[in-house]
Structures are given as C-alpha cells and as structure tokens.
C-alpha cells in the first residue's frame, strides 16, 4: 500500500513549456486534491475531484489544468509555465463518510518541487 | 468566508520545553478542526483532529480543545523532543453537501534544540 504518489519529484521548466504532474492513490479514494505551498502562504488549494471524470476549480486555479480520467490519478497540467508558478505541489485524497458528514483525514503525497525559470 | 490565522513563527524551544501553537478560526457554521504536521522533505500528515465542540484530539503527546466560544484550536505539548522540529499547520473544514475542502493556516515551523 503505497499511499498517494507523485512524479515527478523534482522539475525545471523555462517560461512557456509545458508539462503535467501526476498524482495516483492506491486507497480507492474519491476524492482528490491539488494544493500548492508557496513560503508565507501555507497551501493553498488548485483543484479539486469528487470522483472519477469531475473536477472543480479551488481558490488559485488560474493557469493550471486538471483531469481525472480514473479514480485513481489526478493529473495536474501547466500549458504555458510562468516564473509565478515556481512552488512545492502537493497531491492529497480522502474518502467520503457520507454526504453530510465530516471530511475526515486528507492523505498528502510527498510533493514535486518545480521552478519555472 | 473561512479563514484560519497560526501564530507567526519560526519558534525555538529547548527540549523538554512546554509548546503552545495558538490557531484561531473563522467559519460559518460548525467545522471541524484539523492539526497536521509537515516534516523537512516530507508532504503533511494529520496529528489530530476534533470534529465538535468541547472535543479533544490527542496523538504523540500533542493536545488540541476545539473551543467554539474562542473559536479557537491551539496545539499543546507538555516537553518537546528534537524529532518535533517540523512545521504545523491547523486547518478546518466545513461539512455539508460539496464542503470537503481544508482551509490551512500559514503554518508555524518549530525548531527544538537539544
């Protein structure tokens, strides 16, 4: 039981490329989440899935992209990376107790660092 | 909106100190309450968490009372150890239909010395 992984675990972009991060979890989770942690800011939540084939936007989803093909990947895309964009991402998920209930535990992957030259 | 406000760190105790994390919060309705813990290299784990007033979550010696006349959820430890040194973040949520997002903090590191 891996928990939740993420690739990579370290990326250098130049202004204007692409690429995608990929989150997977193995606890048959339905949710998941994209944060990023910027120094000073704590994490600040990207987007978001509440199941297979639906994503939402969070509070910071403005030049990121997002899908969720299979339950259990979350893939965060950057079409036209940007110097602001140079954070520590983190990937997390939970499970669902119910429609009212409590969100219970989110579980965090370990982060890709990423720096946009 | 909700909003969570830690106090600025970074904190230095000696080991064996007393530790104190003030975390208080704004959030309409009844969230639950949340402390992780984020090691160097590391993503965030949960410490503990309260889901209702009164309530308290306990783990490794860590100590936090939901108090919902203060609205607050401070993070105690009686003597610290070197292997504390991470930095904290308290977090909420608020449940209801489609509300399963966390709202953190800034985060407060702890560097304890020998």
């Known amino acids: 039981n891996a928990g939740v992984t993420q690739t990579p675990k370290f990326r250098v972009l130049k202004t204007g490329q692409s690429m995608t991060l990929l989150c997977a979890q193995d606890m048959n989770h339905e949710y998941m989440y994209w944060y990023r942690q910027d120094p000073g800011m704590g994490l600040r939540l990207i987007h978001y899935s509440v199941g297979e084939g639906t994503t939402a936007k969070g509070e910071v989803p403005d030049g990121y992209n997002v899908s969720r093909l299979k339950k259990q990947n979350f893939l965060l895309g950057l079409e036209s990376a940007a110097p602001s964009q140079t954070s520590v991402y983190f990937c997390?998920?939970?499970?669902?107790?119910?429609?009212?209930?409590?969100?219970?535990?989110?579980?965090f992957g370990p982060g890709t660092r990423l720096t946009v030259l | 909106g909700n909003s969570v406000t830690q106090m600025e760190g970074p904190v230095t105790l000696s080991e064996e100190a007393f530790l104190t994390i003030n975390c208080t919060y704004t959030?309409?309705?009844?969230?639950?309450l949340f402390w992780y813990v984020q090691y160097p290299g590391e993503g965030l784990q949960l410490l503990l968490k309260?889901?209702?007033?009164?309530d308290k979550g306990s783990n490794k010696g860590f100590e936090a009372t939901y108090r919902k006349e203060t609205t607050s959820f401070h993070l105690e430890k009686g003597s610290v150890q070197v292997s504390d040194s991470a930095v904290y973040f308290c977090a909420l949520t608020r449940p209801g239909a489609g509300s399963y997002q966390l709202t953190f903090g800034k985060g407060t590191k702890l560097s304890v010395i020998p």
């Open positions: 997390a998920s939970s499970y669902v107790v119910g429609d009212l209930a409590p969100q219970d535990t989110q579980y």
């Open positions: 309260a889901t209702k007033a009164d």
């Open positions: 959030a309409t309705g009844y969230p639950s």
